[in-house]
């Protein structure tokens, strides 16, 4: 269960120094008088600093417009994925001590890699735009997410029932579970994905429809990769 725009950087454009000579000294060749010797008064800093601050005052008026480019699609999108990774970090979090196959324990640390970074993301962009953020809550056995209550009803989510078959299998019997169920999970975010992309006017902001199509190819293929290990798991015990 799949980005972050990083903002323009400021650049600073040179400021031209005018260098003003009499003209009258340049046509007789002559050394100025003392009212020519006075120094030309500088311009006022304020004056020097304007294209800057206009520049500056572009740029937040842009960023911020664009933390407003949001719909509550996006919102809900965004609340309810930061819930459905944290099922998934807790089902990944039992694989090494569950007596999980090498297969399985390197599929678990990629999802726990990828889906901490998303739930962080997920997270910052909440914040940025003034929404509540859901707080995640784990433990080797458990994982509290403070939030709206729909977000541990997204579709694909595992019920208590089975977290606990989960949780008492061991061995090659918890391989054979977790794909099931991970396949199960993974299947309902690609599902929250396309419900987001089908609603009009959401995942109009760039992270959310970024974070998005990562999310549903990457969740695509690990579902191809996980139904591949449990068909042979089903070889295995066909040729045994």
């Known amino acids: 269960m799949t980005p972050t725009r990083r903002a323009t950087p ?3 454009l040179p400021v031209a120094v005018l ?3 009499p003209l009258a000294s340049l046509a007789c060749g002559g050394s100025p008088g003392p009212e020519q010797a006075a ?5 006022p800093p304020s004056s020097a600093a304007s294209p800057t601050a206009a520049l500056e005052a572009v740029y937040r008026a842009r960023t911020d417009s664009a933390l407003r480019q949001h719909t509550e699609a996006d919102v809900r999108f965004m609340t309810g994925m930061i819930g459905h990774h ?3 970090l807790l089902m990944a979090g039992w694989i090494p001590t569950h007596g999980a196959s090498p297969a399985l324990r390197r599929l678990g640390a ?7 970074d998303e739930i962080a993301t997920m997270q910052r962009w909440l914040q940025d735009r003034g929404r509540p953020v859901p707080q995640v809550h784990a433990t080797a056995t458990d994982v509290q997410v403070e939030g709206p209550d729909y977000i541990m009803h997204m579709p694909g989510m595992l019920t208590d029932a089975q977290l606990q078959e989960l949780d008492a299998a061991r061995g090659e019997a918890f391989d054979r579970l977790f794909l099931r169920y991970m396949i199960q999970h993974h299947r309902g975010a690609v599902t929250m994905v396309h419900k987001l992309f089908a609603t009009d ?3 109009q902001d760039g992270l959310v429809f970024k974070l998005a199509s990562d999310i549903q190819v990457d969740q695509t293929t690990e579902i191809a990769r996980m139904e591949g290990m449990l068909e042979s798991l089903s070889a295995r015990d066909r040729d045994s």
């Open 10 to 12: 400021r650049h600073r």
């Open 19 to 21: 260098l003003v000579v």
């Open 39 to 43: 120094p030309v008064p500088a311009p």
């Open 86 to 88: 944290a099922q998934a």
């Open 110 to 116: 990629r999802i726990i890699n990828a889906q901490t």
């Open 201 to 203: 006017g959401a995942a």
